[in-house]
Structure formats: structure tokens, C-alpha cells
């Protein structure tokens, strides 16, 4: 059973540029956690998905970033005109569907993005 | 609100010392805790959960209890390896569904020389 896979683990983008990063949860993981990770930070909630609902965005700057989990395929954390204040390391979790007992998140390796 | 507070590192030990890192939180109700390892350009890895109070966790040698009278849930391991070099974070979640993202300390960096 695969893990939690992001990508691309690295991605460089000049300012005004967008980013895309990709995250595909655990195979019967239903729910999607991102969270950004500046440097010498713990992490901080962004955004939490289930498939094509978003059920909790309180952590989500409110302008340039959006996040969607589609019917079929990654979830996605797009962020647009990026700022230099963007370079962070994203992560995204998973666990499984509200029944069940276990909801504990599982983390990918992380998107290192470097806005220059 | 919630908040977890964590020891500030970097801590630095000799190999086969003991450990402990200090983690106390901030929530009402009846959260579920855990301590999250990430090494060196990775991503974080589970080490160890409680989901009530008085629970202990462990795993790879390292434990922690779940001690709602002092609202804490310290990290310990009794004799450390160089291999346990990483960041140690320390979390709590409110339950499943919409309240179940996780609210993360700030980190503690360790550091074990041979």
C-alpha cells in the first residue's frame, strides 16, 4: 500500500508566477489535510478536503491560494502571483473516512516550493 | 483556543542518555495527542498517539501519558540512539471529521552524538 504521494517534491517559481502541487491520499483515504510548514515553524493547518467538498478552509490565506480534491485524480493546492513570503515546505495528509475508528493523518514527503 | 506548547530546542545528548521532551496543550473537551518524527528533508512520520486520558503511547522505545490533570504529554526514551537525530513535533487533534486537523507545537530539534 502505497503512502501519501506529493508532487513535485521540489518546485522553484519566480514571483507572479503560479504553483501547483499535487498530493494522492493512502489508497481508501478519503479525507485530504494541507499544511505549510515555514521555516524553523511547526506546521500550520490550511485547508481540509473530501472528495470535491471542501469542509474546512479556516487555515487558508484569504486571496492567491485555493485547494480542490476532484471526483477523480490529486488533490491540488494552487497558489497564484506567488510572494517570496510563499517559500515553505506543503504537506499533505490523510486518513481514512469519518467511519472510521482510526483518524489519525498520514503525511506525504512534502512540496519544498522556493519563490525567487 | 487550542495550542500546544513544546519545549524549545535544540536539544543535544550523548548517545544513550535519556530523553525527555516537555509538551503541554491547550484545548477543551477531550483531545487526542501525539508526537510526530521528522527527519532531515522528509516529511512527518506517526511515532505515537493517546487517545484518552491516562493512555501511555509507545513505540520505538519512546513513550508519553496522556496526563489531563497537567495537561501535558511529555516525550521520553530512556537511552538514545544517534539514528533518533530529527525534529520531534507534538500535536493534538479535536476528533475526526471537521475538527480533526492537527494543531502542532512549534518543534524541538535533537541532536545525539556518538
Known amino acids: 500500500n502505497a503512502g501519501v504521494m506529493q508532487n513535485p517534491r521540489h518546485l522553484v517559481r519566480r514571483r507572479g508566477q503560479e504553483a501547483r502541487l499535487r498530493c494522492s491520499p493512502m489508497k481508501g483515504h478519503s479525507h485530504v489535510y494541507w499544511y505549510r510548514q515555514l521555516p524553523e515553524e511547526g506546521l500550520k493547518f490550511m485547508v481540509y478536503l473530501q472528495k470535491e467538498n471542501i469542509i474546512d478552509e479556516s487555515g487558508m490565506p484569504k486571496e492567491r491560494f485555493s485547494a480542490e480534491f476532484p471526483k477523480e485524480g490529486p488533490s491540488i493546492l494552487r497558489i497564484q502571483q506567488v510572494v517570496r513570503g510563499d517559500s515553505a515546505a506543503y504537506f499533505c495528509?490523510?486518513?481514512?473516512?469519518?467511519?472510521?475508528?482510526?483518524?489519525?493523518?498520514?503525511f506525504g514527503p512534502g512540496t519544498r516550493l522556493t519563490v525567487t | 483556543g487550542n495550542s500546544v506548547t513544546q519545549m524549545e530546542g535544540p536539544v543535544t545528548l550523548s548517545e544513550e542518555a535519556f530523553l525527555t521532551i516537555n509538551c503541554t496543550y491547550t484545548a477543551t473537551g477531550y483531545p487526542s495527542l501525539f508526537w510526530y518524527v521528522q527527519y532531515p528533508g522528509e516529511g512527518l512520520q506517526l511515532l505515537l498517539k493517546?487517545?484518552?486520558?491516562?493512555d501511555k503511547g509507545s513505540n520505538k522505545g519512546f513513550e508519553a501519558t496522556y496526563r489531563k490533570e497537567t495537561t501535558s504529554f511529555h516525550l521520553e526514551k530512556g537511552s538514545v540512539q544517534v539514528s533518533d537525530s530529527a525534529v520531534y513535533f507534538c500535536a493534538l487533534s479535536k476528533g475526526r471529521g471537521s475538527q480533526g486537523n492537527l494543531i502542532f507545537g512549534k518543534g524541538t530539534k535533537l541532536s545525539v552524538k556518538p
Open positions: 493517546a487517545t484518552k486520558a491516562d
Open positions: 495528509a490523510s486518513s481514512p473516512s469519518r467511519d472510521s475508528l482510526s483518524y489519525e493523518q498520514y
